[in-house]
């Protein structure tokens, strides 16, 4: 029913803005090859991605030179600046659209329940429905749009990385798999408690256990990270 209510035309259009962003930013990291390659004064020794770059640059009219090259740079940052912008202003039009719709169906759905099953409930767990659960959506919807805009600006810039040399492309990726496994061996599976429920004595700390018995145990116990409470 979520995927249902997500508008096609936005969630596209947020796509896409994500994907001319990241091409332009990549655009521009790429185009930091050339200009250091001209920085260094040797025109006889010039790579194949700098003799592109400044055939490129004659084809948009733009002098093959490093003033050239910062002239493109700038405009590449430039557009990059604003289609970010828009990026951020589709997200934000698409999550807002996409919960007032789930609000509507809510209200309707109200509406046009039976009576006494409304009247049965409390009113406070129908403001709970329409407020606090819908946001809850919508925070899961901001944190599953944010994780495909990432893997879609990752996909790009792995493409230019390919295209600029995929051997230290495919060295670097296969760098990140083998740490990425070394961290996931130093995992520690940990429990969540209330922070109620732990008896700080300043230099130890408390938790107490209920045995089937009816008796309580306390267990020493190590903090770690704290959030939401817990």
């Excluded at 994500?18 to 020794?45: F, G, H, I, K």
């Excluded at 996909?155 to 040399?165: C, D, F, I, P, R």
């Amino acid at each position: 029913q979520l995927l249902r209510s997500i508008p096609r035309g936005a969630l596209f259009g947020l796509l896409a803005l994500t994907a001319l962003a990241s091409a332009a930013e990549a655009s521009a990291v790429m185009l930091l090859v050339p200009l250091l390659d001209l920085a260094q004064n040797n025109a006889a020794a010039h790579s194949t991605a700098t003799q592109k770059a400044l055939s490129a640059l004659r084809y948009v009219g733009l002098p093959s030179s490093i003033g050239g090259l910062l002239i493109a740079f700038v405009l590449l940052v430039a557009l990059r600046s604003c289609l970010q912008y828009g990026r951020e202003v589709a997200d934000s039009v698409l999550r807002h659209r996409t919960m007032d719709t789930l609000r509507h169906r809510c209200f309707a759905a109200l509406l046009q329940a039976q009576w006494r099953w409304v009247s049965m409930g409390r009113a406070s767990d129908h403001a709970n429905l329409l407020l606090t659960e819908i946001n809850r959506v919508g925070l899961g919807l901001q944190f599953g749009l944010g994780l495909l805009v990432t893997l879609l600006s990752m996909g790009t810039y792995l493409v230019a990385a390919a295209t600029l040399s995929w051997k230290v492309t495919v060295l670097a990726l296969a760098s990140v798999c083998g740490l990425l496994l070394l961290l996931n061996g130093q995992r520690r599976e940990v429990l969540a408690v209330p922070e109620q429920a732990v008896v700080d004595e300043g230099t130890s700390r408390w938790v107490y256990i209920a045995r089937k018995e009816g008796t309580f145990v306390p267990v020493s116990v190590e903090m770690g990270a704290r959030s939401g409470g817990f």
